[in-house]
């Protein structure tokens, strides 16, 4: 296990809603990133948050935002669902920047209906 | 064109077989590289990172080549235990969150008895 956690395990919400996902980063680790798996597809990088500053950010609209938190445990909120929302979110915890092994934790699974 | 391009399989191998995967990236500038392994339903897990030198563990060796922006993964005598999704993945070097994971969309393994 890597000590990175996420919760909840499932989560299925209707179009329109809102929801928040919650990683907690392994011990010692400052920086998480979150990433988007849809089914058939590798993981694709929301956000990067280092010292509870977002440090990066991919191709997703402003209604994906998160949070870190001074224990560097972060959130993910998506506002407006919409069905393409549905897919397995990832977070990694690493320490700094420039550490590139990043653990995972074991994922939300949410489904948008 | 996608920055991670894989070949999506399914590979189905018998057991004791050796496989290749291959890979390629567009960005020149790509600092890191490594290949992750996802059993199903699970979080990606570092399998081993990637050097131009080449390297070895175990039964796996994975090799980069620069020049032709190409990632190759190499498994012998494979094992039951060995069927899962096979990521190539690269890090940017640049913007924010130079660590960012840009990964492929996965090669599916699987081995038979």
């Known amino acids: 296990e890597t000590g990175v956690t996420q919760s909840p395990t499932h989560l299925i919400k209707t179009r329109g809603q809102q929801v928040t996902l919650r990683c907690s980063s392994q011990?010692?680790?400052?920086?998480v990133s979150w990433y988007q798996q849809a089914l058939g597809q590798g993981p694709q990088f929301i956000f990067q948050y280092y010292r509870e500053e977002e440090n990066g950010r991919g191709n997703f609209p402003p209604r994906f935002s998160g949070l870190q938190f001074p224990n560097y445990s972060s959130e993910l909120n998506v506002n407006a669902l919409e069905l393409d929302d549905s897919a397995l979110y990832l977070c990694a915890s690493s320490f700094g920047q420039g550490d590139y092994e990043q653990y995972f934790g074991p994922g939300t699974r949410l489904t948008v209906t | 064109r996608k920055e991670v391009e894989q070949d999506p399989g399914p590979f189905n191998v018998p057991e004791g077989a050796t496989v290749a995967f291959n890979c390629t990236y567009s960005?020149?500038?790509?600092?890191?590289f490594f290949w992750y392994r996802q059993d199903c339903r699970k979080e990606p897990k570092l399998l081993m990172s990637?050097?131009?030198s080449g390297n070895e563990d175990g039964r796996f060796t994975a090799q980069l080549n620069r020049a032709s922006q190409y990632i190759s993964l190499l498994i012998r005598d494979s094992k039951l235990s060995d069927s899962a999704t096979y990521l190539c993945v690269v890090t940017p070097g640049y913007g924010g969150a130079t660590n960012k994971l840009i990964f492929g969309t996965g090669t599916l393994l699987a081995v038979q008895p």
């Open positions: 960005n020149s500038a790509s600092q890191s």
């Open positions: 011990s010692g680790h400052n920086t």
């Open positions: 990637v050097y131009s």
